[in-house]
Nanobody, 119 residues
Framework: QVQLVESGGGLVQPGGSLRLSCAASGRFFSLYTMGWYRQAPGKERELVASITIGASTNYADSVKGRFTVSRDNAKNTVYLQMNSLKPEDTAVYYC?????????????WGQGTQVTVSS
Protein backbone atom coordinates (compact mmCIF):
# COMPACT_ATOMS: atom_id res chain seq x y z
CA GLN A 1 0.00 0.00 0.00
CA VAL A 2 1.23 3.50 -0.89
CA GLN A 3 -0.20 6.75 0.44
CA LEU A 4 0.35 9.91 -1.57
CA VAL A 5 0.02 13.43 -0.22
CA GLU A 6 0.23 16.43 -2.56
CA SER A 7 1.13 19.93 -1.50
CA GLY A 8 2.13 23.24 -3.02
CA GLY A 9 -1.04 24.25 -4.80
CA GLY A 10 -2.58 27.69 -4.56
CA LEU A 11 -3.52 30.87 -6.36
CA VAL A 12 -0.99 32.38 -8.75
CA GLN A 13 -1.11 35.10 -11.39
CA PRO A 14 -0.65 34.28 -15.08
CA GLY A 15 3.03 33.96 -15.86
CA GLY A 16 3.83 32.89 -12.33
CA SER A 17 5.28 29.67 -10.97
CA LEU A 18 4.36 26.97 -8.50
CA ARG A 19 6.10 23.82 -7.34
CA LEU A 20 3.96 20.86 -6.41
CA SER A 21 5.25 18.08 -4.20
CA CYS A 22 3.95 14.58 -3.69
CA ALA A 23 5.22 12.69 -0.67
CA ALA A 24 4.80 8.92 -0.72
CA SER A 25 4.70 6.57 2.21
CA GLY A 26 4.99 2.85 1.86
CA ARG A 27 7.48 0.54 0.29
CA PHE A 28 9.25 0.41 -3.04
CA PHE A 29 8.78 4.05 -4.08
CA SER A 30 11.74 3.79 -6.45
CA LEU A 31 9.96 1.01 -8.35
CA TYR A 32 6.95 3.15 -9.24
CA THR A 33 6.35 5.25 -12.31
CA MET A 34 5.10 8.52 -10.89
CA GLY A 35 2.66 10.76 -12.67
CA TRP A 36 0.95 14.10 -12.31
CA TYR A 37 -2.59 14.39 -13.63
CA ARG A 38 -5.04 17.25 -13.57
CA GLN A 39 -8.77 17.68 -13.83
CA ALA A 40 -10.47 20.95 -14.62
CA PRO A 41 -14.20 21.50 -13.95
CA GLY A 42 -16.30 19.73 -16.55
CA LYS A 43 -13.31 18.01 -18.11
CA GLU A 44 -11.78 14.57 -17.90
CA ARG A 45 -8.67 13.87 -15.90
CA GLU A 46 -5.58 14.15 -18.09
CA LEU A 47 -1.94 13.21 -17.79
CA VAL A 48 0.32 16.23 -17.31
CA ALA A 49 3.71 14.60 -16.79
CA SER A 50 5.24 11.32 -15.74
CA ILE A 51 8.64 10.02 -14.69
CA THR A 52 9.76 6.40 -14.79
CA ILE A 53 12.01 4.48 -12.43
CA GLY A 54 14.84 5.31 -14.80
CA ALA A 55 13.96 9.01 -14.70
CA SER A 56 12.63 9.14 -18.25
CA THR A 57 10.01 11.84 -18.52
CA ASN A 58 6.92 12.42 -20.59
CA TYR A 59 4.83 15.57 -20.90
CA ALA A 60 1.51 16.61 -22.31
CA ASP A 61 1.97 18.86 -25.33
CA SER A 62 0.20 21.69 -23.53
CA VAL A 63 2.88 21.89 -20.81
CA LYS A 64 6.07 21.04 -22.69
CA GLY A 65 8.75 23.63 -22.07
CA ARG A 66 6.91 25.05 -19.06
CA PHE A 67 6.60 22.17 -16.58
CA THR A 68 9.32 19.89 -15.24
CA VAL A 69 8.76 16.65 -13.35
CA SER A 70 11.46 15.21 -11.09
CA ARG A 71 11.81 12.67 -8.32
CA ASP A 72 13.94 12.20 -5.23
CA ASN A 73 13.90 8.52 -4.32
CA ALA A 74 15.79 9.18 -1.08
CA LYS A 75 12.91 11.39 0.06
CA ASN A 76 10.12 9.33 -1.54
CA THR A 77 8.96 12.50 -3.24
CA VAL A 78 8.05 13.58 -6.75
CA TYR A 79 7.86 17.20 -7.84
CA LEU A 80 6.20 19.22 -10.55
CA GLN A 81 7.78 22.59 -11.25
CA MET A 82 5.29 24.73 -13.13
CA ASN A 83 6.48 27.92 -14.83
CA SER A 84 4.78 30.43 -17.12
CA LEU A 85 1.42 29.38 -15.78
CA LYS A 86 -1.70 30.11 -17.81
CA PRO A 87 -5.35 30.36 -16.77
CA GLU A 88 -5.99 27.11 -18.64
CA ASP A 89 -3.64 25.34 -16.20
CA THR A 90 -6.28 25.85 -13.51
CA ALA A 91 -7.29 22.43 -12.21
CA VAL A 92 -7.01 19.99 -9.35
CA TYR A 93 -3.64 18.27 -9.69
CA TYR A 94 -3.31 14.65 -8.64
CA CYS A 95 -0.27 12.53 -7.96
CA UNK A 96 -0.25 8.93 -9.17
CA UNK A 97 2.00 5.96 -8.46
CA UNK A 98 1.90 2.94 -10.71
CA UNK A 99 3.81 -0.31 -11.07
CA UNK A 100 3.14 -3.88 -12.03
CA UNK A 101 4.56 -7.26 -11.23
CA UNK A 102 3.77 -10.74 -12.49
CA UNK A 103 0.59 -10.86 -10.45
CA UNK A 104 -1.08 -7.47 -10.48
CA UNK A 105 -1.01 -3.76 -11.21
CA UNK A 106 -0.53 -1.36 -8.32
CA UNK A 107 -2.18 2.02 -8.89
CA UNK A 108 -2.47 4.70 -6.20
CA TRP A 109 -3.78 8.28 -6.16
CA GLY A 110 -3.38 11.26 -3.91
CA GLN A 111 -6.25 13.46 -2.77
CA GLY A 112 -5.35 16.31 -5.13
CA THR A 113 -4.26 19.91 -4.72
CA GLN A 114 -5.97 22.91 -6.29
CA VAL A 115 -4.04 25.16 -8.65
CA THR A 116 -5.75 28.37 -9.71
CA VAL A 117 -4.17 30.71 -12.24
CA SER A 118 -5.95 34.04 -12.25
CA SER A 119 -5.27 37.74 -12.11
Amino acid sequence: QVQLVESGGGLVQPGGSLRLSCAASGRFFSLYTMGWYRQAPGKERELVASITIGASTNYADSVKGRFTVSRDNAKNTVYLQMNSLKPEDTAVYYCNAKRRDLVQIYDYWGQGTQVTVSS
